[in-house]
Nanobody, 118 residues
Protein backbone atom coordinates (compact mmCIF):
# COMPACT_ATOMS: atom_id res chain seq x y z
CA UNK A 1 0.00 0.00 0.00
CA UNK A 2 1.41 3.32 -1.09
CA UNK A 3 1.33 6.04 1.53
CA UNK A 4 2.79 9.51 1.83
CA UNK A 5 3.45 11.63 4.88
CA UNK A 6 3.66 15.28 3.96
CA UNK A 7 5.17 17.82 6.32
CA UNK A 8 6.09 21.47 6.28
CA UNK A 9 3.90 24.21 4.97
CA UNK A 10 2.05 26.80 7.00
CA UNK A 11 1.88 30.56 7.04
CA UNK A 12 4.75 32.78 5.93
CA UNK A 13 5.18 36.40 4.92
CA UNK A 14 5.96 37.35 1.35
CA UNK A 15 9.66 37.00 0.67
CA UNK A 16 10.02 34.21 3.19
CA UNK A 17 10.89 30.56 2.78
CA UNK A 18 9.31 27.21 3.51
CA UNK A 19 10.36 23.63 3.01
CA UNK A 20 7.96 20.83 2.24
CA UNK A 21 8.75 17.17 2.66
CA UNK A 22 7.05 14.01 1.48
CA UNK A 23 8.09 10.66 2.90
CA UNK A 24 6.85 7.64 0.99
CA UNK A 25 6.21 4.04 1.90
CA UNK A 26 5.13 1.19 -0.33
CA UNK A 27 6.90 2.71 -3.33
CA UNK A 28 10.51 3.58 -4.09
CA UNK A 29 10.75 7.19 -5.16
CA UNK A 30 14.11 6.76 -6.89
CA UNK A 31 12.52 4.28 -9.31
CA UNK A 32 9.73 6.63 -10.31
CA UNK A 33 9.10 10.25 -11.14
CA UNK A 34 8.23 12.19 -8.01
CA UNK A 35 7.20 15.75 -7.61
CA UNK A 36 4.93 18.45 -6.33
CA UNK A 37 1.77 19.99 -7.68
CA UNK A 38 -0.34 22.74 -6.20
CA UNK A 39 -3.88 24.01 -6.38
CA UNK A 40 -4.67 27.56 -5.45
CA UNK A 41 -8.11 28.93 -4.59
CA UNK A 42 -10.33 28.76 -7.66
CA UNK A 43 -7.50 27.44 -9.80
CA UNK A 44 -6.65 24.19 -11.49
CA UNK A 45 -3.96 21.93 -10.12
CA UNK A 46 -0.61 22.82 -11.67
CA UNK A 47 2.89 21.44 -11.84
CA UNK A 48 5.40 22.85 -9.39
CA UNK A 49 8.39 20.56 -9.82
CA UNK A 50 9.35 16.99 -10.63
CA UNK A 51 12.46 14.85 -10.29
CA UNK A 52 13.04 11.82 -12.48
CA UNK A 53 14.62 8.49 -11.70
CA UNK A 54 17.88 9.92 -13.06
CA UNK A 55 17.61 13.00 -10.88
CA UNK A 56 16.64 15.28 -13.73
CA UNK A 57 14.46 18.11 -12.44
CA UNK A 58 11.72 20.05 -14.13
CA UNK A 59 9.91 23.12 -12.85
CA UNK A 60 6.73 24.95 -13.62
CA UNK A 61 7.22 28.51 -14.80
CA UNK A 62 6.14 29.96 -11.46
CA UNK A 63 8.71 27.90 -9.56
CA UNK A 64 11.76 28.44 -11.74
CA UNK A 65 14.56 30.23 -9.95
CA UNK A 66 12.80 30.20 -6.58
CA UNK A 67 11.99 26.58 -5.72
CA UNK A 68 14.29 23.57 -5.55
CA UNK A 69 13.20 19.95 -5.58
CA UNK A 70 15.43 17.24 -4.20
CA UNK A 71 15.26 13.60 -3.27
CA UNK A 72 16.70 11.76 -0.29
CA UNK A 73 17.00 8.13 -1.37
CA UNK A 74 17.99 6.96 2.10
CA UNK A 75 14.79 8.39 3.55
CA UNK A 76 12.71 7.65 0.45
CA UNK A 77 11.54 11.22 0.54
CA UNK A 78 11.26 14.21 -1.75
CA UNK A 79 11.54 17.80 -0.57
CA UNK A 80 10.64 21.18 -1.99
CA UNK A 81 12.58 24.20 -0.82
CA UNK A 82 10.59 27.33 -1.57
CA UNK A 83 12.27 30.73 -1.41
CA UNK A 84 11.13 34.26 -2.19
CA UNK A 85 7.54 33.25 -1.65
CA UNK A 86 4.76 35.39 -3.06
CA UNK A 87 1.08 35.67 -2.13
CA UNK A 88 0.23 33.95 -5.42
CA UNK A 89 2.09 30.86 -4.16
CA UNK A 90 -0.74 30.34 -1.69
CA UNK A 91 -2.15 26.90 -2.43
CA UNK A 92 -2.50 23.35 -1.27
CA UNK A 93 0.66 21.51 -2.26
CA UNK A 94 0.43 17.84 -3.19
CA UNK A 95 3.17 15.25 -3.32
CA UNK A 96 2.87 13.15 -6.48
CA UNK A 97 4.47 9.98 -7.81
CA UNK A 98 3.95 8.49 -11.24
CA UNK A 99 5.10 4.93 -11.77
CA UNK A 100 7.50 4.38 -14.65
CA UNK A 101 6.30 0.93 -15.69
CA UNK A 102 2.87 -0.44 -16.62
CA UNK A 103 0.33 -0.01 -15.25
CA UNK A 104 1.18 3.66 -15.06
CA UNK A 105 -0.34 4.87 -11.84
CA UNK A 106 -0.53 8.30 -10.28
CA UNK A 107 -0.29 8.48 -6.51
CA UNK A 108 -1.13 11.63 -4.56
CA UNK A 109 -0.34 12.83 -1.08
CA UNK A 110 -3.00 14.31 1.16
CA UNK A 111 -1.91 17.87 0.52
CA UNK A 112 -0.51 20.56 2.76
CA UNK A 113 -1.56 24.19 2.94
CA UNK A 114 0.90 26.95 2.18
CA UNK A 115 -0.30 30.48 2.82
CA UNK A 116 1.80 33.51 1.92
CA UNK A 117 0.69 36.82 3.39
CA UNK A 118 1.44 40.13 1.76
Amino acid sequence: QVQFVQSGGGLVQAGGSLKLACAASGITLSRNTAGWYRQGPGKQRELVATISTFGVTDYGDSAKGRFTISRDNAKNAVTLQMNSLRPEDTAVYYCHVKTQSPPYIDYWGQGTQVTVSS
